[in-house]
């Protein structure tokens, strides 16, 4: 084995005898070293070159970082073209901008020369893809269908033309008409683009009184509503109570007096009182859960309940004062 060094490399160049035109092996340590390139360099390299060192050189390296900041540059253009579509969009084209870089990027570095193709051919999609998923993944308030954003795009563009032919904004008709859909999918299209602004709100609203926010012009559940269903289901049953147990009801809780001052009116004690407002009581409860009220529906003949005959019996009666 004969061992010599080369001009330009690190290390030893081992030759090994015995084979077919001397074979030689170069060391991990006897690599050329390459200079390395100028920014100016790069410049003059044409799109396969350019290519050739994204996909030869690692990761993070300055001319692999160069190469693509380069062909960024020279498709700035085309980016900018996929951007145009999206003019009616209350995005900021700048903004829509980077979104297409970063397609860009994604297609500069995915892009395989070998199975041949441009890249220009290969990175248009890739742009569009990248700003449409901003729009469905980002700037949706509420999730909406993809059929409904897609018209949503037609209708913009449509509107636009149309007002340049017609001269005036378009009709609904004419929308519709144009794009040959029904007014339905149109009235969907309309309410998706509801759904894709979201107003802050402290927005300033003007008002006869001057400025005000918006919260401040929204409505508010009323808890008066879940009461008025309550009281409309309670007046279903209202009537089946005896004439003295709604009397009783109406002066405990809409004229606020106790039982004892009740029972004076009536002429009754207070625990006759309490007794048969519990049982009038349990009574609407039990017809409002749908439930069998049992033996505790009053008695509207005798002017008791039949909670009370029972609990009295024959040998507990009380006497009953005139009212």
């Not at 030869?56 to 693509?68: I, K, L, N």
């Not at 003019?87 to 994604?106: F, H, N, T």
């Not at 509420?142 to 032919?165: E, F, G, K, N, P």
């Not at 106790?258 to 009574?283: C, F, K, N, P």
């Amino acid at each position: 084995m004969f061992i010599f060094r080369m001009a330009g490399t690190k290390g030893a160049v081992r030759v090994l005898p015995g084979t077919a035109g001397a074979e030689v092996n170069m060391t991990r340590t006897a690599v050329r070293c390459r200079p390395p390139l100028s920014r100016a360099d790069l410049l003059r390299r044409d799109e396969d070159e350019l290519l050739a060192l994204v996909t030869g050189e690692p990761v993070g390296s300055a001319a692999r970082s160069a190469a693509c900041e380069i062909l960024v540059r020279r498709y700035e253009g085309l980016v900018r073209s996929c951007v145009q579509r999206y003019r009616d969009s209350p995005e900021s084209a700048e903004e829509l901008m980077q979104v297409g870089y970063v397609g860009l990027i994604k297609a500069i570095n995915n892009f395989d020369p070998g199975l041949g193709g441009s890249l220009a051919a290969y990175a248009q999609p890739c742009i569009s893809g990248e700003i449409k998923r901003h729009f469905r993944d980002k700037r949706w308030q509420i999730r909406v269908r993809r059929s409904a954003q897609d018209l949503l795009l037609r209708v913009r563009t449509a509107s636009t033309d149309l007002a340049q032919v017609l001269g005036h904004t378009p009709t609904d008709a004419e929308l519709a008409s144009h794009l040959g859909i029904s007014h339905a999918e149109l009235a969907e299209a309309r309410q998706a683009d509801r759904y894709f602004h979201a107003a802050s709100l402290d927005t300033p609203v003007r008002r006869a009184g001057g400025l005000a926010r918006l919260a401040d012009l929204l409505g508010q559940d009323d808890p008066g509503l879940d009461l008025a269903v309550d009281m409309d289901a309670v007046a279903a049953h209202w009537t089946e109570l005896p004439p003295r147990e709604r009397s009783i009801l109406l002066m405990r809780f809409y004229g606020n007096m106790t039982q004892a001052e009740i029972g004076t009116r009536l002429g009754l004690s207070q625990m006759h009182v309490s007794r048969l407002q519990a049982a009038a009581l349990r009574y609407l409860r039990d017809r409002l859960l749908s439930q069998d009220p049992d033996d505790s529906v009053p008695d509207s003949t005798h002017g008791t309940s039949r909670t009370e005959t029972s609990r009295t019996g024959t040998s507990q009666t009380e006497t009953r004062r005139p009212a």
